[in-house]
């Protein structure tokens, strides 16, 4: 072995026994904090330099910056790019040049807030949120800024943003990196803090609690005590904001890896009681043998077990069993909660209406939430099982397994995968692959043979009367033939 290679190995083992001997004196508390912040903002600069961005968004920063003013990318765009995480559509960034600047610098500009300095900058693969520095001033209505004052310190306009995190500025032409309140280090130290006083930050835009259990979830960070204990001091100003907006982050919350965290900080802060009370009527609330945990906990585990791909079930899993404090009844020792997936899906259904959720995802989420307690069992017929598929419906199928499985993952008692599924299934691919009728639709006949088979006019009678056909072969699918239906329809009226 050559000596250049011997002091090769040399100089990484010095590199490494440095590099421990600095977290322990940082877990000792030997080091300051300033002399820590600034380490870990010259670490998070030197891989700013070397991430990939697009040459289309350094182009764009280069035309915000020709004359001399200044262009910095902000936000969750160095946030995620230190995370190696990909971020949101738009990059954010922030500019010394007032809006009206940036319209005329660029071809394709939508006015998206350019009253408070925002507009959205479209180039070729990459849309800019571009905002000017600016200085904020009182929010009445809990959310937005009364009115701004253009600036062309970017230090101040730092100084306005929520958490540390999101305090970053950078400018890729010079490798700078603004970082005045240790926004690296908390990234790094995995924490999610406020800028400057916590309680005032959430009494400016009582949306960011909500936002911080979100980032919590989302990024996998820790909320930095002072700044969850002020969570809780917003309640009355969080009732100014407007609904869609809540829900808003309650979906990108349910898309992170465990959404539990987010939605126990909110427990703790009193605003999940404000947004989802049936939820949080849930805490306490103990189960019984079948289970590990309570109501509450059990539903959280359910939302991160289901696939954060499919919305509808993870809302579902999350409010399966919101029924069962009001059906709790103790027989035998026991607690039981009879009827509470019917219950359950009325409370989900004023829940997800007071959120303003879209009526086609309420109904699907509602729809779950009723039918979640099927309870198939191998000697079921093959009739009792097409019923069950046209109570349902065969489009609800693969979502209800994906719902019944989250919800066996969160028992907490190591239950398996419940086989029974898998039985279960093979016999509805069976059943789908004979395409017997399951629907009246699928009849051979229609609402105008019965009309005329029985002389009467179009009105509830007539589906009455197709789905009491469609019983009939549900039990027998022979059945499904135009004249055997047409000669039952004629049984009816003695010809």
């Not at 600095?22 to 903002?41: H, K, N």
């Not at 998070?44 to 020709?66: F, G, N």
């Not at 939430?369 to 191998?378: E, I, N, P, T, Y």
């Amino acid at each position: 072995m050559t000596s250049s290679s011997n002091e090769s190995r040399l100089d990484a083992w010095r590199r490494r026994l440095d590099d421990a001997l600095a977290r322990l004196r940082e877990r000792a508390g030997l080091v300051p904090d300033d002399v820590l912040r600034e380490a870990a903002t010259a670490r998070a600069a030197s891989m700013l330099r070397a991430h990939p961005w697009p040459a289309t968004l350094l182009a764009a920063l280069a035309r915000l910056a020709d004359g001399g003013a200044a262009a910095y990318l902000v936000g969750g765009t160095v946030r995620d790019a230190l995370l190696g995480r990909a971020g949101d559509s738009a990059a954010d960034v922030a500019t010394s040049l007032p809006p009206d600047e940036v319209v005329r610098r660029f071809a394709r500009v939508e006015p998206v807030g350019i009253a408070h300095g925002t507009v959205l900058v479209l180039e070729p693969g990459v849309a800019i949120e571009c905002t000017t520095f600016r200085r904020e001033h009182a929010y009445t209505d809990a959310r937005h800024p009364d009115a701004v004052t253009f600036s062309s310190d970017p230090l101040e306009d730092l100084a306005r943003r929520d958490f540390t995190v999101n305090a970053l500025a950078y400018d890729p032409a010079t490798g700078e990196l603004l970082d005045p309140f240790g926004g690296a280090l908390d990234l790094e130290r995995r924490m999610l803090r406020a800028v400057g006083d916590p309680a005032a930050r959430f009494h400016e835009d009582a949306l960011r609690p909500l936002r911080a259990a979100r980032l919590a979830a989302v990024l996998g960070l820790e909320v930095e005590p002072a700044t969850a204990a002020a969570m809780a001091t917003v309640e009355d100003r969080a009732r100014l904001i407007a609904i869609e907006r809540v829900r808003s982050e309650l979906e990108r919350l349910l898309r992170a890896a465990t959404p539990s965290t987010g939605f126990e900080l909110l427990r703790r802060a009193g605003l999940l009681r404000l947004w989802m009370p049936e939820l949080d009527a849930c805490a306490g609330v103990p189960q019984n043998r079948f289970h590990a945990y309570d109501v509450y906990e059990h539903s959280l585990r359910a939302c991160d077990a289901a696939q954060a791909d499919r919305p509808i079930v993870r809302w579902a899993a999350l409010l399966h069993d919101i029924g069962k404090p009001a059906t709790r009844v103790i027989r035998r020792g026991d607690a039981t909660f009879y009827g509470h997936d019917l219950v359950g899906a009325g409370l989900a259904d004023t829940l997800l209406a007071r959120l303003r959720f879209p009526n086609d995802e309420r109904e699907r989420i509602v729809h779950l939430v009723r039918h979640h307690m099927f309870d198939f069992r191998r000697d079921w017929t093959d009739a009792a099982l097409r019923r069950w598929l046209r109570k349902v419906g065969v489009d609800a199928v693969a979502d209800l397994f994906d719902l019944r499985l989250a919800d066996a993952a969160a028992t907490g008692l190591a239950q398996g995968h419940p086989a029974v599924l898998d039985d279960m299934r093979r016999r509805i691919a069976r059943l789908l692959d004979e395409r017997h009728a399951l629907t009246v639709r699928d009849l051979a006949v229609g609402g105008a043979d019965v009309m005329a088979a029985l002389g009467i006019p179009p009105g509830p009678r007539v589906g009455e009367e197709l789905e009491a056909l469609l019983d009939q072969v549900l039990e027998d699918p022979a059945l499904n033939r135009r004249d055997a239906l047409l000669a039952r329809l004629a049984a009816r009226t003695g010809r």
